[in-house]
């Protein structure tokens, strides 16, 4: 889960920065972003990032070539390109760093098991604690402080530099790997080290809110922390598993994305067909469309932040534009374009943006994010279990 604020890319794409955090953020926390449609047995699955297009795939190739034929790195000659161009989400990742890339898309990843959050007073806390994962292994709890990593102090770095950090150098990121953590618990500061293990996660989890015993006051929380394969469809079945009458709390927050074909899944549950979302390549206009036979009558409520991206946007869009779902939190990141692969010469692959998406009523996400309906600074989700019972909800 992290914060949407930007750092350097910490394997050497100097512009395209803010992709390569999400890359790592899958590895370090499970987070991910999906591709295009390209060929093979995955050519359906369609996933946004973010921003303008302004570098051409032939024009990488070609720099990537050249640099072959000279003897040279292609993949560097490709980062070279990427970052004069401005295309500040573009990237180029060598063969065993799409390879994990990938991988990651099915919910599996190298890491210490926990995600980081900015805590009210802006200091760098553990988010969230995998079962069985190292940080819980070594007693490491969510609302613990995270001073510093590797020695490294972290309070003034933005989350998404942490993340970049937890995840390690590409030469350091590797099973077995250790990093150093710095973590304080009350009045207590200790370190633990951990060795960064290869786990997979649960994208959905759903718990019940308000009364123990289903009725008119129950509802359910649905969680998603990223829309990896399968992601849409759990999302649909915890809706169909609720108990009668109960509202959802769909909780986006913190959620930096992945395959828009998940996040349409999840619209699905909410509506009965009709848009989600409209999006260009290269000028080509093209629709998302929701499935029919979603459940249009169960109150819902979306939580959202500053760290809900790409795919949640477009899902939060959705549902807000349609008039399906009340938005509460805050602001969102703002990560509304489109990228889509491109193998090099060398085996390395360049992501690169080449266009946008926009809501069902038309609403660009790049840059602008979207505004909750109730914006809410502490407390949202309180605050959101209230407004969802006063929908006749529950909780």
Known sequence: MSDPEQCSGPRGVRRGAALT??????LATGVVTGSLPRGGPKS?????RSVASVVDGDEVAAAA??????????????EEVVSRSGDRWGAVYDERQYEEFEQALDGAYTGVGLSARRSADGRVEVAR??????????GIRSGDLLRTIDGRSVDRRPVAEVVALLRGDREDAAEGSTVVLGIERGTALRTETLRRARLSTEPVTVRRIGPERPGPSSAVMIEVDSFTRGSGTKVRDAVQDAPTGAGVL????????????????????????????????RGEQRALYAQPGGDTDRPLVVLVD?????????????????????????RTFGKGSVQMPSKL???SVAELTVGHYRTPAGRSVEERGITPD?????????????????????S
């Open 306 to 330: 500053g760290g809900t991206m790409s795919a949640a946007e477009l899902l939060t869009g959705a549902l807000q534009d349609r008039g399906r779902a009340v938005t509460v939190g805050s």
């Open 345 to 347: 010469p060398d085996g």
């Open 21 to 26: 955090l999400v890359f790592v953020s899958v």
């Open 374 to 394: 109730l914006t809410v600074d502490s407390r949202a989700e309180r605050r959101a279990e209230t407004v969802l019972s006063g929908l006749g909800g529950g």
């Open 44 to 48: 359906s699955e369609i996933a946004t």
């Open 129 to 138: 604690v995998q079962s069985g994962g190292p940080a819980d292994l070594a």
């Open 250 to 281: 769909l909780d986006l927050r913190g959620n930096s994305g992945g395959l828009v074909t998940e996040a349409v899944t999840a619209a699905s549950a909410f509506l009965d067909g009709g848009l989600v979302a409209t999006y260009d390549v």
């Open 65 to 78: 070539a050249r640099a072959e034929a000279e003897g040279k790195s292609g993949k560097e000659a490709a």
